[in-house]
């Protein structure tokens, strides 16, 4: 079993360019509420998350501000063309973060559910592991829950492939938590994910898609 570093803190990683849409995408409306902000909601509304820090990229703050709480924390990364493992080491130097488990999500993932999250940390207090990610048909999702001792891992580690230099260093400490929601697949990039969003069929159409990919990409 897992012991807890006091409840989980999530880091929603906000820094990105979204160079495929060619507009910050995390804006973009779904159902009446803007991209980031449903994944900060999420986080919110499940019961074992704490606070959540959400990295953002440099003199945007103005922009981000209507985010901001008593549980929620914005916090610049000064170098965001670094990737994403530059914003994870900024969340994780803040002393909301500081001793803390934490969990990572994306701010392009809409549709992680509040549920999904309580699960991921049910799992990580249950078992004996320092990971939990989410699986959909066996293809890895977001959000990951991390044990507070993989702090140094992330800030020494990942310059070449980013958070994946961890998770292979500790592939054998890692649960891969098998759900059934295939949103934990779904992230938005192009006009046409935002497009198909607000159609559950379609998005759940285009995770299937991706993993026929992947499968016959293994099998060349």
Sequence with gaps: MTTMSGTP????????KSERLGRDKLFEPIDGQAIVERVVSALL?????HDVVVVIPPGRSNDFSWLKSVKVHLVENPH??????SSIRVALRT?????????????????????????????????PCRVVIPTYKGMG??????????????????????AREVLVRHKEETVRLSVHDPDVCFDVDTEEDLRIADDPGARWARVERDLEDRQRTRLR
Excluded: Y
Aim: hydrophobic share 45%.
């Design 95 to 127: 002393t909301w973060v500081a001793g803390h488990d934490f969990l990572i999500c994306p701010g392009d993932v809409p549709f992680v559910s509040p549920q999904i999250v309580n699960r991921l940390i049910g799992t990580f207090m249950a078992r």
């Design 9 to 16: 803190i999530g880091i929603v990683l906000a820094a990105g």
């Design 80 to 85: 965001p063309e670094k990737g994403m493992i």
């Design 45 to 49: 509304h499940a019961t074992k998350i």
């Design 141 to 162: 999702g977001h959000p990951a829950l991390f044990a507070a001792s993989l702090t140094d891992d992330f800030l020494l580690r990942g310059d070449q492939n980013g």
